[in-house]
T-cell receptor, first 112, second 109 residues
Framework: NAGVTQTPKFRVLKTGQSMTLLCAQD?????MYWYRQDPGMGLRLIHY???????AKGEVPDGYNVSRLKKQNFLLGLESAAPSQTSVYFC???????????FGPGTRLTVL | AQRVTQPEKLLSVFKGAPVELKCNYS??????LFWYVQYSRQRLQLLLR??SRESIKGFTADLNKGETSFHLKKPFAQEEDSAMYYC???????????FGTGTRLLVSP
């Protein structure tokens, strides 16, 4: 099992460009999450999903959109990237709402 | 509101010394609490959760509801314990974790 994978690993964008980060899990988990990790801020929840076709806002959702068209995939989109979105993005999944969350390796995004 | 506070950004100890990483939370009910760890160049992973009452890699954490704390302890630190440690809280019915800002533990030889 690959667990949770993220694509791409690194990306540099210019302000205003758009991109999509892909998270995939092969553990048949219902719940999936997107976090951003910034120095001194810890991990902050952007959006999450409790099942295929559902999404919900987390703590810092502005500037991001998500989709969960397939159970195993959770996409995070940036429509118009801003320097404030420079961060490391982590995806996670869990079987249930109270279960252990399994994390991906992260995507390092720089917005110039 | 749910909040997790880790007051120390960096904790530096020598090998063999005791370690205590502090975690305080604010939540009026009975949350579930976790410690996650991120070793260098590895992904974040669960270290322990209070409900399981386990000792993992020599670490333990006791939930103190009176002090709303969930400090992580190890009696004798090892160099391989050097990592970033995050305390996290999940409130019943909320289906999501709230993380603290993390404490970097550095264990020197």
């Amino acid at each position: 099992n690959a667990g949770v994978t993220q694509t791409p690993k690194f990306r540099v964008l210019k302000t205003g460009q758009s991109m999509t980060l892909l998270c995939a899990q092969d553990m048949n988990h219902e719940y999936m999450y997107w976090y951003r990790q910034d120095p001194g801020m810890g991990l902050r929840l952007i959006h999450y999903s409790v099942g295929e076709g559902t999404t919900a806002k987390g703590e810092v959702p502005d500037g991001y959109n998500v989709s969960r068209l397939k159970k195993q995939n959770f996409l995070l989109g940036l429509e118009s990237a801003a320097p404030s979105q420079t961060s490391v993005y982590f995806c996670a999944s869990s079987y249930g709402g109270f279960g252990e969350q399994f994390f991906g390796p992260g995507t390092r995004l720089t917005v110039l | 509101a749910q909040r997790v506070t880790q007051p120390e950004k960096l904790l530096s100890v020598f090998k063999g010394a005791p370690v205590e990483l502090k975690c305080n939370y604010s939540y009026s009910g009975s949350p579930e609490l976790f410690w996650y760890v991120q070793y260098s160049r590895q992904r974040l992973q669960l270290l322990l959760r209070h409900i399981s009452r386990e000792s993992i890699k020599g670490f333990t954490a006791d939930l103190n509801k009176g002090e709303t704390s969930f400090h992580l302890k190890k009696p004798f630190a090892q160099e391989e314990d050097s990592a970033m440690y995050y305390c996290a809280l999940m409130a019943p019915g909320f289906q999501k974790l709230v993380f603290g800002t993390g404490t970097r533990l550095l264990v020197s030889p």
